[in-house]
């Protein structure tokens, strides 16, 4: 075979392989006729626009609503300890827990007491002596006022020579003594205020002293300041104990409180649900905590992987910053009266570093369109049409909560919503639909806040 042939050859053979290629692609499938096809039957949803129970999640760690830790201020042997002093033991506010012993600081104020009403004494004296001089005082300036009576005579006479030299001489010598008496008793007058001063600063002193001791007696006694849960105990009896020594601390039962991690998404579609109540401080930096109210948002706790226990809470609120880590936001949930309903271990009380649950909620602003989140097929939904055949509507969605998908676009109120997973899902397929009462009353539920 020449050379021509084989391309002769090769050439008819593509031609060929062209011709079945275009043939293949020109053929018609089998005519579908959907008036023959059994229509399918399906569970049906109407559409409608719901009051929605926003939420948020997160988890966090619970800690003391008020939490005592009790320090010596004063050295010392204890003496004394409550015998329920124990980790995990409940006692009554008014509790004595413990003393240490106060012999050296009774001294002390025995001590001060007495210099206080030594102090008291000279200070009384001092007045007496004041009024006794003050008096005498008194009495001997009447007689300077003679003496200096008698000297002017005295000197009227010794100028008409009725009076000897020495005579006068007396008597000036008399009234320079009166005059010095009368200035001693006025010297001794005047040094009364500072020693008045001195002895009240002694006094003052003292009762400081007496103070401080009294002070210190009450610090050798610790009592419950509240009813508390004792967390742990450092000390024991007969230990010596140094001021500033931690002896044991103490939590509060009246409340407890819940640091929850919420996502940041998640809080600020809840916040959009409250009204503000006033808008930005005039710095420009919106404060949550006087913009919203917060007591409008619903809490709860549950015991992480135990969603059966629970406590109601309220959101009392809202920490500074977001964690750059988890984009989350701190929301302090408090718990009042954490141990009123303990029953361990069916309802345990809510104590310290407690792993929990947190869930917040908020009524949304309008009714809105939320659908079961299985009726959602990878962003379409089917639908019955006027003509009860299938219809696939792209649809919008926004978050899902609760099973529950929230559609922005793409369904309309009044629309049949299907319920089943058609496979395949054809446009036109006839349908026999029939409307689903329970998953009517179980949307309306979970759209009030019921869990799945």
């Known amino acids: 075979m020449t050379r021509r042939q084989r391309l002769g050859l090769l050439a008819a053979f593509g031609l060929g392989l062209v011709f079945i290629a275009v043939m293949v692609n020109l053929r018609q499938g089998p005519a579908r006729d959907l008036a023959t096809v059994v229509p399918q039957a399906v569970r049906t949803l109407e559409v409608t626009a719901l009051p929605f129970q926003l939420e948020a999640k997160g988890f966090g760690k619970v800690s003391p609503g008020d939490s005592w830790q009790a320090v010596a201020s004063v050295g010392g042997q ?22 240490i012993d106060p012999s050296r600081f009774e001294l002390a104020l025995a001590a ?33 006022a003679l003496a200096e009576r008698e000297l002017e005579r005295a000197q009227t006479l010794a100028a008409r020579n009725a009076l000897s030299a020495t005579r006068l001489d007396e008597q000036e010598r008399a009234t320079l003594q009166q005059r010095q008496a009368v200035q001693a ?37 610790f009592d419950a300041p509240f009813d508390l849960r004792i967390h742990d105990t450092r000390v024991e009896r007969y230990q010596q104990v140094n001021p500033g020594q931690p002896l044991f601390t103490a939590d509060s039962i009246a409340t407890a409180e819940a640091v929850i991690q919420i996502p940041l998404a998640q809080m600020r579609q809840l916040l959009t649900a409250l009204t503000p109540i006033r808008q930005e401080d005039a710095d420009g930096f919106p404060d949550l905590h006087r913009r919203f109210d917060l007591d409008r948002i619903g809490a709860s706790l549950s015991l992480a992987g135990d969603p059966a226990t629970r406590w109601p809470a309220r959101v009392i609120r809202i920490a500074n910053g977001v964690d ?85 676009a793409g369904l309309e109120v009044g629309d049949r919503l299907i319920l089943d997973d058609l496979v395949p899902a054809i446009d036109g397929t006839p349908l026999t639909p029939a409307e689903d009462a329970d998953a009517l009353a179980r949307l309306q539920q979970l759209a009030r806040g019921a869990r799945p």
């Open 78 to 99: 204890i003496t004394w300890t409550h015998p329920e002093l124990s980790s995990g033991n409940l006692i009554p506010a008014g509790t004595r827990l413990l003393e």
């Open 185 to 221: 008793l006025s010297n001794q007058l005047a040094l009364v205020p500072a020693r008045r001063s001195l002895l009240e600063a002694r006094l003052a002193r003292a009762e400081a002293a007496r103070d401080q001791a009294r002070r210190d007696i009450a610090d050798t006694r």
């Open 112 to 144: 001060a007491e007495a210099d206080s009403a030594a102090a008291r004494a000279e200070l009384q004296q001092l007045i007496q002596e004041q009024g006794n001089t003050e008096k005498l005082l008194a009495l001997e300036q009447r007689r300077l």
């Open 324 to 408: 750059p880590a988890t984009r989350t936001l701190q929301v302090v949930l408090e718990v009042t009266e954490p141990y009123r309903n303990a029953n361990p271990p069916l309802q345990p009380p809510l104590v310290r570093d407690m792993y929990v649950h947190g869930i917040l909620d908020v009524a949304a602003a309008e009714p809105v369109v939320v659908v079961p989140a299985a009726s959602i097929h990878q962003g379409t939904a089917y639908v019955v049409d006027d003509d009860n055949r299938l219809a696939r509507h792209p649809v919008t969605t926004g978050w899902t909560q609760r099973d529950l998908t929230l559609v922005t």
